[in-house]
């Protein structure tokens, strides 16, 4: 199957699919400017945790080219903290602006030029790390779910929200193709519709049997024994295993727990904030209120009305059947289990050098 082209490195430039105008039109925008991805991210033309990481990385090392020689570090530092403020909540963001910081930080007697070149390396891994780290997260979730049955997701987490074939959907990929017999519910995912505008056409495209219900049906469907399984991605797990993702996962997993349904998280580890305690401490994106009143441009509740548009809600630890990694699964005891899992993926000697230990940590 084709992959997605969600994010790529092209020739110095980025160039990213503009996911505000799918289903209808594929029009891919050509960046030069790092404050033009900045914008990118920040309006939604990119979006999804780890795609988010992989757009900031090469938008630092776009910037990077164009810093002046002699402030460079200090213009660095300046764009890494334009890029922190795009949007708040997915960790993602800031493990890969950390990454690139890091990397001048450490290297500061190199000469500019070293150091653009080492940049660009640098995004590159980060690219390639998370399109590595979707597949064999994938395949330890493939062995979680059943044989036959019909997976419930929320939003997207598929290749348009990575650089690979996704964690969500790609957990859902891989158990297909594996030769299980498995279909999709997908919640629209109100307001921005990233369920029915962006999961139903990756899975079309993948020719998984999807269909797409509104986010009030999920609890009609799995009290008619409709649903085998839901699994979802993560925007940033804490410490102890509270999970934000997109509004209305919350809702879900409550209901999940309330049918006895098992709900997996499919979580990269650069989505595993150890330095968060725990949910309440994740800062949770207040979007515009014109995502909620209004639709296709046209207002759809009454004028002066308040809107309240949280974009992200938190799932405590306790409701989660599994976490996914690509270092293998983290059941039980989060706290304890997510940190060795993490710790797998730590630098051993230099950035560009990770161990790859696997295992399952229960
Ligand atoms: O606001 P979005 O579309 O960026 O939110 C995306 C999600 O909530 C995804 O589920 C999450 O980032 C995981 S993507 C692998």
């Known amino acids: 199957m084709k992959k997605v082209r969600t994010v790529e490195w092209k020739k110095g430039r980025v160039v990213m699919l503009d996911q505000r105008l799918l289903p209808n039109r594929e029009v891919y925008r050509l960046y030069k400017d790092p404050t033009d991805v900045i914008a990118a991210i920040r309006d939604l033309v990119v979006r999804g945790a780890p795609a988010i990481g992989v757009a900031a990385a090469m938008g630092l090392a776009l910037g990077a080219q164009k810093l002046p020689q002699d402030r460079f570090a200090k213009e660095f530092d300046k764009l890494c903290r334009a890029f922190a403020a795009a949007r708040p909540t997915a960790v993602n963001l800031f493990w890969a602006i950390e990454r690139m910081r890091t990397l001048v930080r450490e290297n500061s007697r190199l000469s500019v030029e070293t150091l653009r070149k080492m940049l660009e390396a640098e995004a590159l891994a980060v690219y390639r790390e998370d399109l590595d780290a979707n597949r064999r997260l994938s395949e330890f979730g493939a062995e979680l779910l059943p044989a036959k049955g019909t997976i419930l997701t929320h939003c997207n987490a598929g290749g348009l929200a990575t650089a690979g074939i996704g964690t969500a959907l790609g957990v859902i990929l891989a158990a297909r193709d594996a030769g299980k017999k498995l279909s ?4 629209e995912t109100r307001p921005i519709l990233q369920g029915a505008r962006l999961t139903a056409w990756e899975l079309k495209k993948a020719r998984v049997p999807v269909t797409v219900i509104t986010d009030n049906m999920a609890g009609y469907f799995m009290q008619q024994g409709k649903i085998d399984a839901v699994v979802v991605g993560t925007d940033r797990t804490a410490a102890n295993g509270d999970v934000a993702n997109k509004i209305g996962t919350y809702s879900v997993a409550v209901l ?8 997996y998280v499919a979580a990269p580890t650069s989505s595993i904030d150890l330095n968060c305690p725990n949910g309440t401490k994740i800062p949770i994106e207040e979007r ?17 009305v308040k809107v309240a548009n949280p974009a992200f809600d938190v799932t405590p630890a306790k409701l989660v059947t599994a976490i996914i990694t690509e270092n293998g699964v983290a059941t039980g005891s989060y706290r304890r289990n997510l940190a060795k899992l993490v710790r797998a993926s730590e630098p051993v000697t230099s950035t560009t050098s990770r161990s790859r230990k696997r295992g399952h940590a229960n």
């Open 256 to 263: 999940a727990a309330r049918h006895g349904i098992p709900f």
């Open 184 to 187: 999709v519910f997908a919640d």
């Open 288 to 304: 515009s209120a014109e995502e909620v009143s209004h639709f296709h441009g046209k207002p759809i509740i009454p004028k002066g």
